[in-house]
T-cell receptor, first 110, second 113 residues
């Protein structure tokens, strides 16, 4: 099976930088995804890392270290609209299943 | 506009009744998924389907059933055997070779009393 750990809550001010860590334990590994979910809404896909290194998409970046079974999502220049829950999800097998972490609630304060 | 629709947004049922949640997509995606989300928790996979007329159990399939008769549709039935059915149900789809990038519907919040 798979297990993922991420912090439950993070609070920061507008304009700050937040890093959300995700450590995973899987029997196999194909990649790590990140999703954003606003309260009561649908999750939306942010990024996917299959190889080690940093992927940058605008203000958001995602990093993966397969040797450490670790990844993070970096949110830069925080805006109020970034207040949401962020989930890491691992594709740990050669099928269509994703296993999600419990999520990190990010609260951005003025 | 392409997307995934789920209906209804809110659903109320009495204990002991089966209920079917609708999920339709016009993205031409091969794969579809059903997740359950409980307060403060991540998404747990109930069932998924890679192609029409084929589906597999996820991590918490007990008390649920699905069908995939059309590419666009993947309805979920919550049966009376599901011991704790009150939850937020999310349907998703993905391109066949990109299951890591899933597109989600707006969800159905089911309350069973």
């Amino acid at each position: 099976g798979q297990s993922l750990e991420q912090p439950s809550e993070v609070t920061a001010v507008e304009g700050a930088i937040v890093q959300i860590n995700c450590t995973y334990q899987t029997s196999g590994f194909y990649g790590l995804s990140w999703y954003q979910q606003h309260d009561g809404g649908a999750p939306t896909f942010l990024s996917y890392n299959a190889l080690d290194g940093l992927e940058e998409t605008g203000r958001f970046s995602s990093f993966l270290s397969r040797s450490d079974s670790y990844g993070y999502l970096l949110l830069q220049e925080l805006q109020m609209k970034d207040s949401a829950s962020y989930f890491c999800a691992v594709k740990g097998s050669n099928d269509y299943k994703l296993s999600f972490g419990a999520g990190t609630t990010v609260t951005v304060r003025a | 506009d392409g997307g995934i629709t789920q209906s209804p947004k809110y659903l109320f049922r009495k204990e002991g009744q089966n209920v079917t949640l609708s999920c339709e997509q016009n993205l031409n995606h091969d794969a579809m998924y059903w997740y359950r989300q409980d307060p403060g928790q991540g998404l747990r996979l109930i069932y998924y389907s890679q192609i029409v007329n084929d589906f597999q159990k996820g991590d918490i399939a007990e008390g649920y059933s699905v069908s995939r008769e059309k590419k666009e549709s993947f309805p979920l039935t919550v049966t009376s055997a599901q011991k704790n059915p009150t939850a937020f149900y999310l349907c998703a789809s993905s391109i066949g070779d990109s299951p890591y990038e899933q597109y989600f519907g707006p969800g159905t919040r089911l309350t069973v009393t």
